[in-house]
T-cell receptor, first 115, second 112 residues
């Protein structure tokens, strides 16, 4: 079946530094990928939609200069949290639309802790 | 704006019981509805996807139904096992959209 690989699974960084999270579709091409953020006991909140070869579309309230998204190929999208602060600590999950199955495949998530 | 609600928020059952998880959505103009499983600290695993033209989908002990007109979907789990303990999320994909709208999930605990 379709697989999306997300790395790293867990990262701890110092306040003020930047962290990059990678999301790869392993056995299908994903022209569209999505980045979500999940707070404890809450559901997933869409942060942005990443389109291959074009600028990402951000949801209202999400700072595009803070959460940089790059979708340079049909199998890779990256999310960079710039100048991270403790309030950015959260669980980030990516997903890719598998047009063949018309379903979404999710990565395993990244637990970011900013200290 | 689509809103997805899942009831109950948490459910605890003894092993072997059959159970039903509920999902409702406010906008019936959906392309499909997908059920996911999420284990603590992990990503989402797709369980079942029901296209808007379908009424139900089955996979092993799982059966998901969809009633677009009433804005409801159910996930039926037969003969529950402790390994089924997880949070179950439903998500609706709007027609003409690539965005999934998620419910808050139902946390299921199956007691041995």
């Amino acid at each position: 079946g379709a697989v999306v690989s997300q790395h790293p699974s867990r990262v701890i960084c110092k306040s003020g530094t930047s962290v990059k999270i990678e999301c790869r579709s392993l056995d299908f091409q994903a022209t569209t990928m999505f980045w979500y953020r999940q707070f404890p006991k809450q559901s997933l909140m869409l942060m942005a939609t990443s389109n291959e070869g074009s600028k990402a579309t951000y949801e209202q309230g999400v700072e595009k200069d803070k959460f940089l998204i790059n979708h340079a190929s049909l199998t890779l999208s990256t999310l960079t949290v710039t100048s991270a602060h403790p309030e950015d600590s959260s669980f980030y999950i990516c997903s890719a639309l598998n047009r063949g199955l018309e379903g979404y495949t999710f990565g395993s998530g990244t637990r970011l802790t900013v200290v | 704006k689509q809103e997805v609600t899942q009831i109950p928020a948490a459910l605890s059952v003894p092993e072997g019981e059959n159970l039903v998880l509920n999902c409702s959505f406010t906008d019936s103009a959906i392309y499909n509805l997908q059920w996911f499983r999420q284990d603590p600290g992990k990503g989402l695993t797709s369980l079942l996807l029901i296209q808007s033209s379908q009424r139900e989908q089955t996979s092993g002990r799982l059966n998901a139904s969809l009633d677009k007109s009433s804005g409801r979907s159910t996930l039926y789990i037969a003969a529950s096992q402790p390994g089924d303990s997880a949070t179950y999320l439903c998500a609706a994909l709007g027609a003409g959209s690539y965005q999934l709208t998620f419910g808050k999930g139902t946390k299921l605990s199956v007691i041995p």
